[in-house]
């Protein structure tokens, strides 16, 4: 396993932390967990490098060993430029869209596809789409891990898009407590507390609680989010270690957005509402409550061979009364929008088990690496709709945007009532290893074996599905020397399909490829990482319906979806003493759906820098500035000749962040951040026929302390 060279700005793995034993261990993770005080703590001059991830093989490597692109968004990126919520992180990663259709529901997207494969600590939490309710808080994280490609060794069904894996913060054995208090634009308040400390000398507990309350520049739109965490790490024998972490994360939001904005007129003419303008109503909530707890222990077997299992219980529920506007309204008069009104409850629940082993073996006078085990996640997804058919209340006439008030009629939810039932099963064996062929040259591969089942039915449709896959992996690295590498790989995933083809039968996954090569380098002394990378990815077996199907029975057939390629470029580190980048541009191409390739920019550009002013002692500036090309989308089409009748244009736009720190002592400091400092006024997203406007420009400021 490859040591850390860079511990104050990365967490050793707890891989790393079983094969050291007795009173070594102890003493090595001491004195690790306070040089990584200082770096993630301290408000002194902060790196962006980070050099392990274990998303992707649990093999152990670093990212330069690793043959696929790896993005890593550190803590101190995040308290930088105040990224408290996954979306602020997602959309600072390469190659990543944010697609925030609503206030309170995301989508990601990487290579032209959904992002579906989320994980905690490494634990992967398998889910149908890649919806996000409410916001996740990064408060509770160390960092963010990102792996771009198809995934499927370690997470099972997904797209060929990216990985998410949120690392949740460990305790320390060095005493800290930390605070920070900010105010901002729209009565923003937030509060974090930090505190970690050792029981003993094998033995640490840390604990977070976040609380944030704010208004909106969006019209009526409040949020109060509480989020408590709660995290145990022990060494119950020389070469035992457990884990335990428990988030419980809760946000009520009223007056939330359910669709948005229409964005052209019955003429049309394109919109061009206030960016405030809301179609909430001003009863309409959606509250979102998340409990999560994860256990883990790790067993030494030899110096060079342990083996972990894991648990999570993941809890989400959803409390929502939604106000939804539809239409197209008159120029003039503004005329045109009926409301429609629904109440809106959801809970899942997730039960996973995970258990491998690794370590290293001889052969042919080299030493590999070897990684095998098995994964069971099982899944129950509740839904209920409530809808207002008979007094009218729940589909009112609606009044010209422009000023409305959010005055409407309360609806009688009594009626209309459908909803979702749905059990799910993942389980998988796998098996990975590198084998190196010389000291430069190393060879990468493994097998999962994936089953799939669902009973069920969603809004009267049946979603009964079992399917078996066989999802391969393969790479290589070649060393060129101690600072660059090439590396090339080719991975697959998988999606279950409910539809069935001409003859009854239920149709293949969909069965999403990723090839990809590409050069890593570690520069400057290895604080500066590089990586340039090339991939091609593809969707074969989508289901497409058969022409001329009855309409009561449609069946379909297996053809070919997206087929993405692209450029990505990726450097983040230390440039010199003063002066830490995040750099990255990506450049996408889609064929197979004209659609997802209109609404998604082809080029991003991303960057973030801060640099210490030497001359004055305290003093940090820095700049977060993220940029994407035109998007559209087709919104009425001619219906003989499919041309395009009514397009929405959102033009290419940049994004410009400031901010500013300055260390008051050794304990104190204060953080300014401007926000969309240009003013732009920009839609949201495309992703779906309506949209609504960014912030325009806002700032926060905070204090921090720190003990």
Known sequence: MSSTKFLRLSQLSLV?????????FAEQQKEEQAIEKIAVYGQHHKNYITEEAQSATKLGLTIKETPQSISVVSRALMDDFSLDNINAV?????????????TDRTYFKARGFEITNFQVNGMGMPQDNGSIQGTLDTSIFDSVEIVRGANGLMTGAGNPSATVNMVLKRPTYQTQVNASVSYGSWDNKRLELDASTAINENHAVRAVFTKHKTESYLDRYEQDKTIYYLAYEGQLTDSTVVTANYVNQKKDADSPLWGALPLYYSDGSATNFDASTSTASDWSYWNNTTE??????????????FLKASYAHLENEQDSELFYVYGTPDRETGLGLTGYASEYDHKDKHDILDIYATGKFDLFGMEHDLSFGVNQADMDNKDKSLYDYTTGN??????????????????????????????????????????????????LAGVSQVNWETEGASYGVAKDKDSDQTVPYFGAVYDINESFSTYASYTETFVPQTERDINGDYLDPITGKSSEIGVKAQLLDDDLFVTVAY?????????????????????????DG???????????????????????????????????????????????????????????FGLNYRWQDDTKRVQVRDAATNAALITTTQDAYGLLNLMATYDINDNMSVNLNV????????????????????APRNYSVSFNWQL
């Open 535 to 559: 991939f091609d990815a593809k969707q074969v077996g989508l289901a497409v319906a058969i022409p001329d199907s009855l309409p009561d029975d449609t069946r379909y057939y297996g053809a």
């Open 292 to 305: 999560q707890l994860f256990l883990s222990i790790e067993q030494a077997i030899t110096n060079t061979w």
């Open 675 to 694: 926000n969309n400092v240009t003013n732009e006024k920009y839609i949201h997203s495309l992703f779906w026929a309506q949209g609504y406007y960014g």
């Open 394 to 443: 729940g589909f009112p006439a609606m009044p010209e945007l422009g000023g409305w008030d959010g005055v409407a009629p309360v609806p009688t939810l009594t009626d209309g009532l459908t909803g979702a039932d749905i059990t799910s099963r993942q389980r998988s064996a796998y098996i990975s290893t590198r084998i190196r062929a010389t000291d430069a040259f190393s060879i």
């Open 90 to 102: 997602l959309e600072s990663t390469p190659g990543v869209t944010v697609e925030q259709i609503e």
């Open 562 to 620: 997206i087929n993405s390629d692209g450029i990505e470029v990726e450097l983040s580190g230390q440039i010199n003493e003063t002066l830490s980048a995040s750099f990255s541009y990506s450049n996408l191409n889609i064929d197979g759906d004209e659609l997802v390739k209109d609404y998604t920019p082809e080029n991003q550009f991303k960057l973030a820098v801060t640099h210490k002013v030497p001359e004055v002692d305290g003093l940090t």
């Open 16 to 24: 790393t932390s079983a094969l050291l034993s007795g009173h070594a």
